[in-house]
T-cell receptor
Framework: KQEVTQIPAALSVPEGENLVLNCSFT??????LQWFRQDPGKGLTSLLLIQSSQREQTSGRLNASLDKSSGRSTLYIAASQPGDSATYLCAVLYNFNKFYFGSGTKLNVKP | EADIYQTPRYLVIGTGKKITLECSQTMGHDKMYWYQQDPGMELHLIHY???????EKGDLSSESTVSRIRTEHFPLTLESARPSHTSQYLC??????????????FGEGSRLTVL
């Protein structure tokens, strides 16, 4: 059974700090990996999508990397802001049918 | 910007009522999904569809049913709601027929409270 793990479960940092969120997966035969943001009571907003042939993707202050051989992805957030406070989830697609989600990292950026 | 819509956003109903949660997407995606999520908890897949007239149960047992008569529409129905059905229901879609696709898009969710 494919498993996706996110560490840490929660993170609190002061504003302006650079931070890294981790996502690991047990089976390296992925099709793609996606990072999401979820605000309380809302749906998930797609942040970055990395195809299996790619090593990283960037959007603004966000950079996501993918290392299939080690079964890991990281989401790097530069110069964090209070508005970045949310839960961040990663999801792995192994075939075209199902996505496997991690349990998320709850981020709090303190002003 | 994702074009996937869920209604109602919030619903409070009594036990035993029949409810339908609506989900529509305008992107022409072939795959659609329903997830259930309790506050602060993981997402659980309850139903998915590969295309019109194709539906499958997900990993979490659910008393709900779904239909996919049109590509853009994937409603979820509870015939007799119970307090244990209180949760947030998230609809999502993705495209699998184009190389390099597979990005998952979510609606805003429907928060159901059964009294």
């Amino acid at each position: 059974k494919q498993e996706v793990t996110q560490i840490p479960a929660a993170l609190s940092v002061p504003e302006g700090e650079n931070l890294v969120l981790n996502c690991s997966f047990t089976d390296s035969a992925i099709y793609n990996l996606q990072w999401f943001r979820q605000d309380p009571g809302k749906g998930l907003t797609s942040l970055l999508l990395i195809q299996s042939s790619q090593r990283e993707q960037t959007s603004g202050r966000l950079n996501a990397s993918l290392d299939k051989s080690s079964g890991r992805s990281t989401l790097y957030i530069a110069a964090s802001q209070p508005g970045d406070s949310a839960t961040y989830l990663c999801a792995v697609l192994y075939n075209f049918n199902k996505f496997y989600f991690g349990s998320g990292t709850k981020l709090n950026v303190k002003p | 910007e994702a074009d996937i819509y869920q209604t109602p956003r919030y619903l409070v109903i009594g036990t035993g009522k029949k409810i339908t949660l609506e989900c529509s997407q305008t992107m022409g995606h072939d795959k659609m999904y329903w997830y259930q999520q309790d506050p602060g908890m993981e997402l659980h897949l309850i139903h998915y569809s590969y295309g019109v007239n194709s539906t499958e149960k997900g990993d979490l047992s659910s008393e709900s049913t779904v239909s996919r008569i049109r590509t853009e529409h994937f409603p979820l129905t509870l015939e007799s709601a119970r307090p244990s059905h209180t949760s947030q229901y998230l609809c999502a879609s993705s495209e699998s027929r184009v190389a390099g696709a597979g990005e998952l898009f979510f609606g805003e969710g429907s928060r159901l409270t059964v009294l």
